[in-house]
C-alpha cells in the first residue's frame, strides 16, 4: 500500500553503451518512469534520469521472460499479521509509544507453525501464477529470513520520561522467534521446484533501527530531517505528534546503516539460488543517494539479470508498478510494468469473506493489463498461522480454472500497437509476439454473434474459441467488419467453455 494512501485513509533516456539487434525494443529506447509515478516524483530532484555508465540494466532476454510471466501473487507476511494490521506495517505508525513497544517484542511470541511453503506454492502453480512476490522485510524492520546483520540501536518508545536511543543486538528476525525456520529460504525451494518465477521484496527504510532515522516516515524523526529526506514535512505532518524527534544520526551511524542494508540484499541476492525479480519499496534519500547506487550497482553484478523495482532508484529500475488502480489506457512509457493490486481490502491478512473482490475481478483485471502490454498481480496475505483465507484460495483457484482454458491467449502475449488493444468497453485484444494470430477477449457475452471492427483474418483462417474444439463460422465485410457466428448451444452460461470472460484466436497473418 502507498504511504499516503494509508495515512490518509487512517488520519527518453540513454543506456550503458550494449549491443541490442535494430532498432532496440521500447523498453531499452523510452526507458523511463512516468513522470505521474508518486514514487519518482519523491526522488527525481536527487537521481540522475540517466544512469551512470557502469550501470547496465537487465537483459533484453530478462526484460522478455518479465513480459511473458502476465499474471503473479504479492504475498506480504509478517509480525503484523499476527497483530491482525489489514495494510502490512503501516497502522504500527498510529500507534501508541506503549504499543509501540509491545509490537516491538511481538516478535518473541510468534510461532506461526500453519506455514507450508509446498502448500503455497503448489496453491500457486494450480492457481495459473507464474510468479509470487514475497516480503522479505517491510517497513517496520522485521526480517523474513536468517540475516547474519545485526541492530545495534533501537528506540525504547514507553521508557521512563519517554522514548530512548538504546543499544541492542539482534537480527530482529524470524531465527528469534519461537518459529526459529528461514521462510525465505523454504519458499525459494518450494518455488524453484515447481519452475515459479521469484521476486523478492525489500523496503529501503526500517523503522526499528535506528540508523536509519528519518527516511520514508520513520516514526523517528530528526532536526535536519530536510536534509535527508525530500519527503520529511510530509512525514512530520502526516505523523503529528505520534513521531519522536531524535538528534540527527552520526557519521558511524549513517555508515552502519547503509552496511546493514547493502549487506541484506546481498544476503538475499547470495542464499536463495536465482531470484527473478528484486520488488524495492520507499527510498532513502539524497545524503545517501552515491551509496544506494553503489548498493544498485552490487545488486547488479550479483543477479545480471534480476529485475528491479523502480522504488527508490528512479530510472535506474527496470520496471515498475501501478498500485490499487489499472492503468485507464496502454502505459505512456516503454519500461514494463506490473500493476499490484490487493485482493481484499488491504496487502496482509482479511479475516473478512466478504471483502474478497472475486475471480471475476481476478479474471478482468488479467485480461486488461494483458490487452494493454502489462502484468498483474494480485495481493493475498496470509494469518498469523501462516495460512491464507478460504475465500482467497477459492477465488484463486476459480482464476486458475479460467487460465487452464484461455490462457494461451494471456501468457507470452503482447499488446497490439496504439489504441488497438480494445474495442468499446467489453471487448480486449492481445497478439503472439510474430503478429501471426490476434487473441480477442469479451467482458459481456455477445449474443449470437460477435462483430469486431479492427480484425481482418486471412481468407482461409479457422477462428476458434478457447475451450470449444470446432472452428467457427465467419465472415469479413470491409464496412461491417469482422462477424464470427456463436453456437446456438452457448445462449445458456452453463453451456459455455467458460463462465467469466470469454476468449477467440483469429489467424491473421
Known amino acids: 500500500m502507498k504511504r499516503r494512501t494509508f495515512l490518509s485513509h487512517s488520519a527518453a533516456l540513454l543506456t550503458t553503451p550494449r549491443l541490442f539487434a535494430a532498432p532496440e525494443p521500447a523498453y531499452f529506447s523510452q526507458h523511463y518512469l512516468p513522470k505521474t509515478d508518486s514514487h519518482y516524483k519523491v526522488v527525481q530532484s536527487y537521481i540522475e534520469d540517466k544512469p551512470i555508465p557502469a550501470y547496465h540494466w537487465a537483459s533484453g532476454k530478462a526484460y522478455e521472460a518479465f513480459l511473458d510471466q502476465k499474471y503473479g501473487i504479492r504475498i506480504h507476511w509478517g509480525l503484523y499479521a499476527q497483530a491482525g494490521f489489514l495494510h502490512e506495517s503501516w497502522p504500527y505508525l498510529k500507534l501508541s509509544y506503549d504499543k509501540r513497544d509491545a509490537y516491538d517484542q511481538m516478535y518473541k511470541t510468534w510461532n506461526p507453525t500453519g506455514f507450508d511453503a509446498d502448500e503455497w506454492t503448489t496453491l500457486f502453480e494450480e492457481s495459473g501464477l507464474k ?17 547474519r546483520t545485526r541492530v545495534r540501536k533501537r528506540v525504547r518508545w514507553n521508557a521512563s520520561g519517554g522514548p530512548v536511543i538504546e543499544d541492542c543486538n539482534l537480527a530482529y528476525s524470524m531465527m528469534e522467534t519461537p518459529f526459529r525456520r528461514d521462510v525465505v529460504k523454504e519458499l525459494c525451494a518450494a518455488g524453484h ?3 515459479l518465477r521469484i521476486a523478492l521484496y525489500f523496503s529501503h527504510p526500517d523503522w526499528y533501527d535506528a540508523d536509519f532515522r528519518p527516511y520514508a516516515d520513520h516514526p523517528v524523526q530528526i532536526p535536519s530531517a530536510a536534509q535527508y529526506d525530500t519527503e520529511a514535512a510530509q512525514s ?9 524527534i531524535a538528534p540527527d544520526p552520526s557519521k558511524a551511524e549513517v555508515d552502519r546503516m547503509l552496511r546493514r542494508h547493502r549487506a541484506q540484499l546481498e544476503e538475499l541476492l547470495t542464499n536463495y539460488g536465482q531470484i527473478d525479480m528484486l520488488s524495492l519499496d520507499q527510498w532513502l534519500g539524497p545524503r545517501v543517494w552515491p551509496q544506494l547506487r553503489e548498493t544498485v550497482l552490487r545488486i547488479r553484478q550479483l543477479q545480471p539479470d534480476i529485475m528491479i523495482r523502480a522504488r527508490g532508484i528512479g530510472n535506474y529500475g527496470d520496471y515498475y508498478t501501478p498500485e490499487a488502480f489499472v492503468p485507464g489506457s496502454k502505459s505512456n512509457t516503454g519500461m514494463p510494468w506490473m500493476v499490484i493490486y490487493p485482493l481484499a ?11 474478497y473482490k472475486g475471480a471475476p475481478w481476478i479474471i478482468k483485471n488479467i485480461v486488461d493489463t494483458s490487452a494493454k502490454g502489462g502484468s498483474f498481480q494480485v495481493g493475498v496475505g496470509p494469518d498469523g498461522s501462516g495460512r491464507f483465507h478460504p475465500t482467497a484460495i477459492q477465488q484463486l483457484k476459480e482464476a486458475g480454472k479460467w487460465l487452464k482454458v484461455c490462457g494461451s491467449g494471456i501468457y507470452a502475449t503482447r499488446a497490439r500497437g496504439g489504441d488497438l488493444w480494445r474495442e468499446g468497453d467489453d471487448i480486449r485484444f492481445t497478439r503472439t509476439k510474430d503478429d501471426r494470430d490476434i487473441h480477442c477477449f469479451a467482458f459481456a457475452w455477445p449474443g449470437k454473434t460477435l462483430t469486431l471492427k479492427t480484425v481482418r483474418p486471412q481468407p482461409q483462417s479457422k477462428v476458434m474459441m478457447f475451450g470449444y474444439n470446432e472452428p467457427l463460422g465467419w465472415r469479413y465485410d470491409a464496412a461491417s467488419g469482422l462477424s464470427i457466428d456463436l453456437p446456438e448451444a452457448m445462449s445458456g452460461i452453463k453451456r459455455r467453455p467458460t463462465e467469466h470472460c470469454w476468449g477467440w484466436t483469429i489467424k491473421v497473418a
Open 131 to 147: 510468479m509470487f512476490a514475497f516480503t522479505t522485510k517491510h517497513h517496520e524492520g522485521f526480517s523474513m529470513f536468517d540475516t
Open 345 to 355: 481490502r488491504g496487502f496482509s491478512f482479511d479475516p473478512d469473506a466478504s471483502q
Open 236 to 244: 512530520k505532518e502526516a505523523l503529528g505528534k505520534l513521531i519522536w
Open 193 to 195: 521446484k515447481r519452475g
